[in-house]
């Protein structure tokens, strides 16, 4: 077995002695430990019923909209919600993209409307690309944003240089590992790449060859957290530990059925508050809900649970949303 520790020696480490992503024969590890995806799970899951299946065919849910995108042309601090993945966020007068992924995908039609059509997305700094699933980091649309946006630049996990060249030859990007700063943002403004408990694939030949990830944005008054695909693990509590309480969190809450198949890469509405109360959070605002139909729960269900929650008095800081209407964030904190 042939194991080492990868980082960008260009980039500042934040946590003390770590000395990289572990690579155990050229995939990236989860942590300490290499988690491929079986093939056995994905057949059980393909061959067992889903007992759901009625509920989900009857379930029409979709995220309501807010048309328009006046919000690309103020300069408040913001954070929109575009469906999935994918947030506008605007700290300090620096405009964040986070996985845009804007159409339909390979045997995945998006269920949800753009609030506007993603041409008229502009100004926007820097992308944040968390992995590389298909339904997080999409050629087509990473191609319309650097079309409008010529400036913009990629901060995207280690390995996934050689994926962003093909989409977009001209896009510049910089690569980081776990527990690194970028250095290309603004005075003003940090960003930083942190753990998720996740897995890459997608081709045949590229099992966890790129990392995958969460990213912590900082400001003077403001840390906001973004935390990618991931199934609950130790890292919320150390990202806590090296941050303090995160005043905004962005966290997913869809894609967690069947549990035997989803549970170690994806968080349920309760992980997803288990994991928020570890970061100590203050503002929640969900995601990876209701653009996609990725897994064999009803479409509404995540919304619905993560609601129930916070009825019941085990969420207070919840914001849900329409696609397309801006939170403003001196409202958030």
């Known amino acids: 077995m042939q194991i080492r520790h990868i980082r960008n020696e260009k980039l500042h480490t934040i946590k003390p002695g770590y ?29 067992t019923p889903n007992p759901q299946r009625a509920e989900k065919k009857a379930d029409i849910y979709a ?33 964040f993209l986070t996985d845009p992924v804007f159409y339909d995908l390979p045997l995945l039609k998006r269920q949800a409307e753009l609030p506007c ?17 298909r339904d997080h980091l999409d050629k087509k649309s990473i191609r319309t944003v650097y079309g409008q946006n010529p400036g913009v630049k990629a901060l995207a ?14 896009l510049p ?17 940090e960003v930083y790449f942190l753990p998720a408990s996740h897995w890459y694939r997608r081709g045949a030949f590229d099992m966890n060859k790129v990392l995958w990830g969460s990213f912590v944005i900082k400001t003077n008054n403001l840390l906001l957290y973004f935390a990618g695909d991931t199934g609950l693990n130790s890292h919320f509590e150390e990202i806590q530990e090296l941050f303090g309480p995160m005043d905004v969190c962005i966290m997913p809450i869809g894609a967690y059925k069947p549990p035997f198949l989803m549970k170690l890469s994806h968080l349920n ?3 997803a508050v288990k994991a928020y109360n570890m970061l100590r959070g203050g503002t929640f605002i969900p995601m990876h ?7 064999d729960e009803p479409m509404g269900e995540p919304v619905q649970l993560i609601q129930q929650i916070a009825e019941a008095g085990m ?7 329409a696609i397309g209407e801006p939170l403003l964030v001196r409202q958030l904190v």
Request: charged share 15%.
């Open 63 to 95: 995220p309501p909209v807010m048309k328009g995108c006046s919000f690309v042309q103020t300069d408040e601090d913001m954070v929109v919600w575009l469906g999935h993945a994918s947030f506008l966020i605007r700290l300090n007068g620096t405009t």
């Open 173 to 189: 990007y910089q690569e980081a590992g776990w527990y690194q700063q970028y250095d290309l943002t603004p005075a003003g403004v």
């Open 315 to 321: 969420l207070q800081g919840l914001q849900l949303p």
């Open 289 to 295: 809900y209701g653009t996609y139909d990725l897994s």
């Open 117 to 133: 059509p993603p041409e008229q997305l502009r100004g926007i700094d820097f992308l944040l690309l968390s992995h590389g699933h």
């Open 19 to 47: 000395r990289g992503n572990k690579v155990i024969n050229g995939q990236f590890a989860n942590g300490e430990e290499l988690y491929v995806p079986g093939f056995g799970k994905v057949l059980k899951w393909q061959l």
């Open 157 to 170: 996990p280690l390995g996934a240089g050689e994926l962003l060249r093909s989409f977009e030859r001209q």
């Open 269 to 271: 509405p309760h992980e």
